[in-house]
Nanobody, 128 residues
Framework: QAQLVESGGDLVQPGGSLRLSCVGS????????IGWFRQAPGKGREGVSC????????HYANSVKGRFTISRNSAKNTVYLQMNNLKPEDTGVYYC?????????????????????WGQGTLVNVST
């Protein structure tokens, strides 16, 4: 069955860095757009970044542009989210998701409730 597993979440001080990983199995990962969402305590889900399967320009939320970088390793069925200069407002559970039907960009974030595969999440806590 299709599965995504996130890892890499941790407690980190403001200004620090983390790299999250999302590993897919049970589906043709390399044909899918993969994206990251996050949910802070008491808040709604927010799209963070997404990357297509064919070399399209990745998409980032304005709140993370210039600090986060998304990339994928097709040989390892893995997508990474490198997060630098972390801020307390980056705190939350980070989820990855996969789908083939929506273009990379804001529409992919808006289509969250329709996305085919979701992971279980990994917790990022940015705090002193």
């Amino acid at each position: 069955q299709a599965q995504l597993v996130e890892s890499g979440g941790d407690l980190v001080q403001p200004g620090g860095s983390l790299r999250l990983s999302c590993v897919g199995s049970g589906f043709t990962f390399n044909f899918y757009t993969i994206g990251w969402f996050r949910q802070a305590p008491g808040k709604g889900r927010e799209g963070v970044s997404c990357i297509g399967p064919y070399g399209e320009e990745p998409h980032y939320a304005n709140s993370v542009k210039g600090r986060f970088t998304i990339s994928r390793n097709s040989a390892k069925n893995t997508v990474y989210l490198q997060m630098n200069n972390l801020k307390p407002e980056d705190t939350g559970v980070y989820y990855c998701a996969a789908d083939t039907r929506f273009p990379v960009g804001a529409r992919w974030f808006e289509s969250a409730k329709y996305l085919e595969v979701w992971g279980q999440g990994t917790l990022v806590n940015v705090s002193t």
